[in-house]
């Protein structure tokens, strides 16, 4: 997720992740914000 929104804050689209992929970082993003909203409705379901 870090990765993808330094890319956005540089203006940049896609970036190349840890295993050398070429990733959109939108789509990075996206998926970060959903693993945070299911954390938190985890932390709170307990």
């Known amino acids: 997720m870090l990765p993808g929104l330094l ?12 295993r050398g992929l070429v990733v959109f970082a939108p789509f990075g993003l996206l998926v970060g914000v959903v693993l945070i909203v299911l954390a938190i409705r ?3 379901a307990r």
């Open 7 to 18: 890319a956005l804050v540089q203006g940049k689209l896609e970036y190349q992740d840890h």
């Open 42 to 44: 985890v932390g709170r």
